[in-house]
Nanobody, 130 residues
Framework: QLQLVEFGGGLVQPGGSLRLSCAAS????????IGWFRQAPGKEREGVSC????????VYADSVKGRFTISRDNAKNTVFLQMNSLKPEDTAVYYC???????????????????????WGQGTQVTVSS
């Protein structure tokens, strides 16, 4: 069974940090670009960040640039999202997603469009509040 599971969500004060993990089971992430998305109550899902299959390229939403860092450890079949200087507006359910990238060019790129992803995790809640 192909599965993505997110870990690391929780309650944190403004200015604090969290590290989210996205672990895959049943398949290897080596051939996938990985995206992180979030959805706040009453809002549409938005792309937060992505990392290419090769790890060469990363993309960040303007709202998180300079605060969030995405990385991947293919040996552990896991992708991470380090979130620093968290703000109340970062409160949301965070999802990771995997998109299959087969060609050499595709391996270099990623997007934060949810239509480009095939597998999704169940989400982890991040709440930033004092």
């Amino acid at each position: 069974q192909l599965q993505l599971v997110e870990f690391g969500g929780g309650l944190v004060q403004p200015g604090g940090s969290l590290r989210l993990s996205c672990a895959a089971s049943g398949f290897t992430l080596d051939y996938y670009a990985i995206g992180w998305f979030r959805q706040a109550p009453g809002k549409e899902r938005e792309g937060v960040s992505c990392i290419s299959r090769s790890g060469v390229s990363t993309v960040y939403a303007d709202s998180v640039k300079g605060r969030f860092t995405i990385s991947r450890d293919n040996a552990k079949n896991t992708v991470f999202l380090q979130m620093n200087s968290l703000k109340p507006e970062d409160t949301a359910v965070y999802y990771c997603a995997a998109g299959y990238r087969i060609t050499p060019l595709q391996a270099l790129l990623c997007t934060t469009r949810d239509m480009d992803y095939n597998y999704w995790g169940q989400g982890t809640q991040v709440t930033v509040s004092s």
